[in-house]
C-alpha cells in the first residue's frame, strides 16, 4: 500500500488542464490513487490531485456504505448531462475542512477508457454522476471554489486559509 501525498490548493497545478493519456496508466499509479483515495477517507481521486497531469481518475462511491465498485476513467467524456440541475455540498481532498454548494447536472453519459484498455459508455446519477463531475473538473483545472461567485469564493478562500494555520 502506497499513500501519495494529496495536492493541496492553492497549488497552481490544480488549475492546469491535464494532457490526454497515451498508452497505459500504470497499474501501480492506479493502485497508488486508490490507497490514497481510501486512506483519505475519499470517493473520487483525480490524476492531478496527486501530482499527474494526465486525464484519468478513480472513484468508489459506494465503499463507505460497504458497495464497493472501484471505477479508473480513463481519458472520459461527458457525452450527455440531464438539463436539470441539483445543488449539494462538495468537499474535496485537495481543499481538506471545507464543502461548498455546487450546481451541477443530476445525470451525464460518459464515454471512458477503463484501465485494461477498453473503451465503455454508460449513464451515471445520482452521487456516482456528481462524483464523476467532479473529478472531470479537476482534469480541466477545475476545483469546487471556481463554481462559487466572487464573494462567496472569497468567504471559502478565508474560511480555507484559517484551517491552514
Known sequence: MTVRPIVRWPDPRLSQKCA???GVVPADLIRDMFDTMYAAQGRGLAAPQVGVM?????????????ESAPMVMINPVIMAAERIPEV??????????????????KAVTVQWTAAEGDIHMADFDGFEARC???????????????????EARSTAEADYLEKLK
Do not use: Y
Not at 449539494?88 to 447536472?105: K, Q
Open 132 to 150: 464523476i463531475q467532479h473529478e472531470f473538473d479537476h482534469l480541466n483545472g477545475v476545483v469546487t471554489l471556481d463554481h462559487l461567485g466572487p
Open 20 to 22: 490526454p493519456v497515451e
Open 54 to 66: 494526465q486525464r484519468f481518475f478513480v472513484m468508489d462511491c459506494g465503499w463507505k456504505e460497504g
Open 88 to 105: 449539494m455540498e462538495e468537499g474535496c481532498l485537495s481543499i481538506p475542512g471545507i464543502t461548498v454548494a455546487v450546481e451541477r447536472p
